[in-house]
């Protein structure tokens, strides 16, 4: 019998490229950052100076050198949580609809959360 292939579904996730947030899990629990990249397909965040890994590149004409670069790898986004610099504290994203469409605001203090894009 074959094997079959079942196809991945990206997952929602609920911050966006930009975010400002905290990471609530893992060896760099309370660190905050924006994010940098979103994988959509594999649920997955990369935040700025947050989870950061070891790369041993070889020499190369952009770095003839080489060496061991540090550089920040992905990480699941349920291990982050938005972060209001308004009320300094991590919050949950409400939507408010308004004439202009859906803006996005914090739980806590009720301020609209700046869109990234």
């Known amino acids: 019998m074959a094997a079959t292939k079942h196809k991945v ?8 490229k930009g975010d ?10 309370g660190k905050k950052g924006k994010i ?4 959509m397909k594999k649920g997955r965040v990369v935040v700025e100076k ?11 004409q952009t770095m003839p050198q080489g060496g061991i670069v540090p550089k920040e790898a992905p990480m699941a986004s349920s ?12 919050t949950r994203v409400s939507f408010k609809v308004t004439e202009d469409g ?3 605001v914090c739980k806590h203090c009720g301020v609209n ?5």
């Open 9 to 16: 579904q990206p997952e929602k996730i609920h911050v966006k």
């Open 20 to 29: 400002y947030v905290m990471v609530i899990s893992g060896k760099d629990a």
């Open 36 to 39: 940098i990249d979103v994988i």
């Open 50 to 60: 947050a989870n950061m890994v070891k790369r041993h590149t070889k020499p190369s």
């Open 79 to 90: 291990n982050v949580m938005l972060y209001c610099q308004e009320c300094n504290s991590v």
């Open 102 to 104: 859906k803006t996005r």
């Open 113 to 117: 959360l700046p869109d990234n894009h």
